[in-house]
């Protein structure tokens, strides 16, 4: 009954999708909805991609394993990023009119700087949404006795076709159902979990202590701001949530709907670390990973419920992974297919992002296999060669300081500081530095080659 009733669920999402794909004539049409969307389709679809899989899974099982240490990310991290880009970023970049964020590093620093952008950017989604394949994946094998391995297959087939015909357009307005489902699964397993410890305060009392302590035992300074600073700082520069801003009808709708989507999140996100402290302490093992929520509220839920339950795993996760190809997808066609096919109609755009839309699932799929967990997987995607894209968007969208080598020479120093500092050495902090390298790099090179490079606009 579960697997049928997730493939019900499957089949409506598609069908939406379908009717999506009937309104689309061009790859803006595709990529940012034809810039139509409302408040509340930008609120609640930025809300929805950001609560995804590393959100009801990977963070449940991290704090179930760790305590509060493990995972302080969510939901005051996340939340954070979403509130500062909406009041830095989304009314400017709106208002400009891109498509991407790499269209703004072509405007602000040169075509150069736009190219690298968009490579930075574009292996930060695949990792993303390797992500949330793998939180599919787990969801599927849950509820069919389907090994990982294969569920990891079907579910990259699915996303795929999905995003293939939907777009954004269809992405948001499955957003709406899904965070209402989302919602509703939520409350279901939480009443849940209280009436199987006894009640509410019985419920707190199973809460051992050290599960409640911010620190990880051993941990430096650095390391404790490093651990908040990557979910704050490192995914402003998400394509994902800026194709939402950018989608708007207006760059005061993109600002609210930002600041709405980060008051959701962290209202909703509380649910995860109630799960995650409670669950231990009523018998279930921290030891099962990723499939530690699915496995508590399989063991809670009578099969009705949980259907309910997985299907709003399911919205979750297919929310964010959508997402993340269509960024992909986004930077690839606006970003580097349209520089060599400049005369490249608007049909053959459109064919384009969706053919980089597969090839982003396949990738994806490929990064999924590797066996990274979910948390560990977005933690690489929002550090990965975010603090050059951050340092330059900052500083370029509300200053006329640095030009094209600064914004070249921040992206590249940032990526060198976090190969070096966590692939190489794996010093503490490695993140944070990578800021500090790219802004050092950002700077010398403007004082170096002062405003003359900078474009006007």
């Not at 894209?389 to 300081?401: A, D, E």
């Amino acid at each position: 009954m579960i697997l049928a009733a997730l493939c019900v669920y499957i089949l409506i999402q598609l069908a939406i999708a379908v009717w999506a794909s009937r309104r689309m004539s061009t790859h803006t049409d595709y990529l940012v909805a034809g810039r139509k969307l409302g408040f509340w389709a930008v609120g609640i679809s930025v809300f929805a991609t950001w609560f995804g899989g590393e959100t009801m899974m990977g963070s449940t099982a991290t704090i179930a394993d760790e305590g509060l240490a493990g995972a302080r990310a969510e939901p005051v991290g996340y939340a954070l990023c979403l509130i500062v880009a909406a009041l830095l970023v989304a009314g400017r970049l709106r208002a400009a009119g891109y498509l991407t964020l790499a269209d703004f590093f072509r405007d602000r620093f040169g075509g150069r700087a736009e190219i690298a952008s968009a490579m930075v950017s574009i292996p930060t989604s695949i990792i993303w949404a390797a992500a949330q394949l793998l939180a599919l994946a787990s969801i599927i094998a849950v509820a069919s006795d389907i090994p990982v391995g294969w569920a990891l297959v079907g579910a990259s087939l699915l996303v795929i076709a999905y995003t293939l015909l939907g777009g954004l357009l269809g992405d948001v307005v499955t957003d709406i159902l899904q965070s209402l489902v989302v919602l509703a699964g939520l409350v279901i397993l939480t009443i849940t979990l209280f009436g199987r410890a006894g009640g509410v305060e019985e419920a707190l009392a199973l809460i051992d202590p050290a599960q409640l302590v911010l620190i990880a035992p051993g941990e430096s300074w650095i390391e404790r701001l490093d651990a908040f600073a990557i979910p704050i700082l490192g995914s402003i520069v998400a394509q994902e949530m800026i194709a939402r801003f950018l989608g708007a009808k207006s760059a005061k709708i993109a600002v609210r709907g930002g600041l709405m989507a980060g008051g959701l999140y962290l209202l909703v996100g509380c649910f995860p670390i109630l799960f995650g402290l409670v669950g231990p302490g009523l018998g279930f093992d921290p030891a099962a990973g990723d499939l530690f929520l699915p496995n508590l509220a399989l063991d809670l839920l009578p099969s009705a419920l949980f259907v309910v339950f997985a299907g709003a795993l399911f919205s979750a996760v297919l929310s964010t992974v959508d997402s993340a190809l269509l960024a992909v997808s986004g930077l690839a066609t606006q970003n580097l297919y349209s520089r060599v096919r400049t005369d490249a109609s608007a049909a053959e755009k459109l064919l384009a992002a969706r053919g980089f839309t597969v090839l982003a699932g396949l990738l994806a799929y490929l990064v999924a296999t590797t066996g990274e967990t979910i948390y560990g997987l977005v933690e690489l995607a929002s550090s990965l060669g975010s603090a050059g894209l951050l340092v330059s968007l900052l500083i370029g969208l509300h200053s006329r300081f640095g030009g094209e080598w600064s914004a070249l020479c921040a992206l590249a120093s940032g990526l060198l500081a976090i190969w070096l500092g966590d692939f190489v050495f794996g010093i503490p902090g490695a993140f944070m530095a990578s800021i500090l390298a790219a802004l050092a790099g950002y700077v010398l090179a403007g004082l170096a080659l002062p405003a003359k490079l900078v474009k006007a606009g």
